[in-house]
Every structure is written in C-alpha cells, then in structure tokens.
T-cell receptor
Framework: NAGVMQNPRHLVRRRGQEARLRCSPM?????VYWYRQLPEEGLKFMVY????????ESGMPKERFSAEFPKEGPSILRIQQVVRGDSAAYFC?????????????FGPGTRLTVL | QQQVKQSPQSLIVQKGGISIINCAYE??????FPWYQQFPGKGPALLIA?????SEKKEGRFTISFNKSAKQFSLHIMDSQPGDSATYFC???????????FGQGTTLQVKP
C-alpha cells in the first residue's frame, strides 16, 4: 500500500521561473494538505483541498502561489516567478476523512532551491 | 490563538533515559493532538495522537499526557534509544478546519 508520493524530490529553479510540485495521496484518501517548512523552522499550513475543491487556503501567500486537486491526477502546488525566499521543503499530506477527523500522512517532501 | 508552543528547542538524553517534550496551546477548539517524528531529509511520520477526552495514551515506549484544564500536553519517550534521535513536532487540529498547527519542533539527541 503506497504512501503519499511527491515529485520531484528536489527542484532547482532560478529567480523568476515557475515551480510545479506534485502530490499523489494515499489510495482511498481524497483530502490533501500542503505545508511548507523553512530551514530550521516548523511546518506551516498552506492549503487544504478535496477533489476539485479548495477547502481552506488561509495559509497561502496571496500572490504567485496556487494549488489544485483535479478529479483525475495528482494535486499540484504551483509557484510562479519564484524568489529566493521560496526556498523551502514543501510537504503534502493526505487523509481519508476531512475536517480534522482523519490522521494526516505525509509524503517525503519536495525541496525547492531558488538560485 | 492559533499558536502551539513547544519546548525545549533541543534535548540531549542518555541512552535508557526518559525524554520529555512539552506543548501548550490556546485555542480551545483544538480537539486532536498528534505528535510527529521527522528524520533529516524525510517527511514527518505520525507517532502517536490523543483526543482531549482522555488524559493519557501509551503506545510502546511513547506516552502522551494531556491536561485539558491547563491546555498542555507532553510526549514521554521511555528507555530512549539512539535511533530515537530525530526532530519531534507536536501539533493540534480542530475538526472545524482540518489544518494542523505545528509546534516549533524539538531536536532530540540520544547519546549511546
């Protein structure tokens, strides 16, 4: 039973480029969460999605960041015109039940480096 | 009110000792409190979790103690082993929102 899968595991972008991070939830899980971990810091919530719907995006920066979870395929976190401050580890988690009722299982993360 | 405060920031324990990490929260809407273990370069892994209707939960060497009136909870690692060396995060979530609010993390080193 595969866990949460994220790709790529490492991503290097130059300032101004776009970064696309993918997350495939565990089988049977329809709730996806994205978190960001800055160096030497804890994890910060970014966005919570259910299939085709954004449930809570209160942690997303207002500009340049977007997320989707289409009916088919993985969830995508998209960062446009990246800046050095976007360098971080981005983790995706999934749960079977939503609204805090289900355990959240994390993927291995994508480590984004902006040059 | 959404914060979860975790202490200590770092902890060194001898093999066989007890490791204790503490967390405090403010938001009384939180109703699920998990602990995650993270090794360098890896994602957080769920270790143990508790709901506020119980004061203690034990799984193997790991125990959560929960004090609802004080809005505090702690992780105890009994008979700590070098393999337990990792960063530990407490978290809290409200069933109204679903988003995990994490503490700042504790880096645990268990010396052989």
């Amino acid at each position: 039973n595969a866990g949460v899968m994220q790709n790529p595991r490492h991503l290097v972008r130059r300032r101004g480029q776009e970064a696309r991070l993918r997350c495939s939830p565990m089988k049977g899980h329809s709730h996806v969460y994205w978190y960001r971990q800055l160096p030497e810091e804890g994890l910060k919530f970014m966005v919570y999605l259910q299939k085709e719907n954004i449930i809570d995006e209160s942690g997303m920066p207002k500009e340049r960041f977007s997320a989707e979870f289409p009916k088919e395929g993985p969830s995508i976190l998209r960062i446009q015109q990246v800046v050095r401050g976007d360098s971080a580890a981005y983790f995706c988690a999934s749960s079977k039940l939503g609204q805090g009722e289900g355990e959240q299982f994390f993927g291995p993360g994508t480590r984004l480096t902006v040059l | 009110q959404q914060q979860v405060k975790q202490s200590p920031q770092s902890l060194i324990v001898q093999k066989g000792g007890i490791s204790i990490i503490n967390c405090a929260y403010e938001n009384t809407a939180f109703d699920y409190f998990p602990w995650y273990q993270q090794f360098p370069g890896k994602g957080p892994a769920l270790l143990i979790a508790i709901r506020p209707d119980v004061s203690e939960k034990k799984e193997g060497r790991f125990t959560i103690s929960f004090n609802k009136s004080a809005k505090q909870f702690s992780l105890h690692i009994m008979d700590s082993q070098p393999g337990d060396s990792a960063t530990y995060f407490c978290a809290a979530v409200s069933s109204n929102t679903g988003k995990l609010i994490f503490g700042q993390g504790t880096t645990l080193q268990v010396k052989p």
